[in-house]
């Protein structure tokens, strides 16, 4: 089974079932957010032979879906005009040279959580979606690094590995790790709290910390999408 196929299963098993609390992504606006990935996200960037896997945590929440319909969002899967997509585009180029599109780009968690976009998703449903989609879908592409974008979606990932959780963001920058092959590193969200935060006093650490997962590439990005 080729690799796309193999995406395309973990995608109709998340259609197939929803976590008990929260929505699914067919559930809003007629069913438009649909779509044959585990995430939504992933449309803009599905390159099954990526080099470089970036994970969020999630894609959206319920009290999102209450505003219009942004046609960017629904062809794009993600939109380009907030500061999160547009600084981790900014630092894929500078840092590692490859564009969002050369990459493949996935939720942890493909549900939809009750409340705003920052409400609190419990570490057991995060570990839960991490074993059932997220680490399926680094054994598939098996890129050379993995980029978790925040604490939780790190301490999940490495949870689901049978690793113990990280203290805080100074160890979690310390304590990437090795997955069948792919390393796989914790940096700061790139909203503006995340990067702030990492950069607090003055120091660029972000950049400090994306400059340290250049060697692990070890092959040249391949532009090839599927």
Not at 59 to 83: A, D, H, I, M
């Amino acid at each position: 089974m080729s690799k796309s196929a193999k995406l395309f299963a973990l995608a109709e098993k998340r259609k197939a079932i929803t976590y008990e609390g929260y929505t699914a992504i067919g559930d809003y606006n007629g069913g438009i957010w649909e779509c044959d990935y585990v995430s939504p996200y992933s449309k803009s960037a599905h390159n099954t032979d990526a080099d470089i896997l970036i994970i969020l945590q999630d894609w959206c929440s319920k009290e999102s879906f209450q505003e219009n319909v942004c046609q960017e969002t629904l062809e794009y899967g993600y939109t380009p005009s907030v500061r999160t997509n547009i600084k981790l585009k900014k630092l894929l180029k500078k840092h590692l040279n490859v564009t969002f599109e050369q990459t493949y780009a996935t939720n942890l968690f493909p549900y939809i959580k009750p409340g705003p976009m920052d409400a609190y998703i419990p570490k057991k449903d995060l570990l839960k979606a991490a074993k059932d989609f997220t680490l399926p879908i680094i054994e598939i592409i098996k890129p050379q690094i993995a980029i978790c974008l925040g604490r939780a979606t790190f301490d999940a990932i490495r949870k689901a590995c049978g690793l113990e959780s990280v203290k805080d963001m100074e160890e979690a920058v310390k304590s990437h790790f090795s997955h069948q092959g792919t390393e796989i590193f914790f940096q700061a969200h790139t909203g503006p709290h995340g990067q702030n935060y990492r950069n607090r006093n003055g120091v660029d650490r972000v950049s400090q910390d994306w400059q340290v997962m250049l060697p692990y590439l070890k092959n040249r990005i391949t532009s090839k999408s599927t």
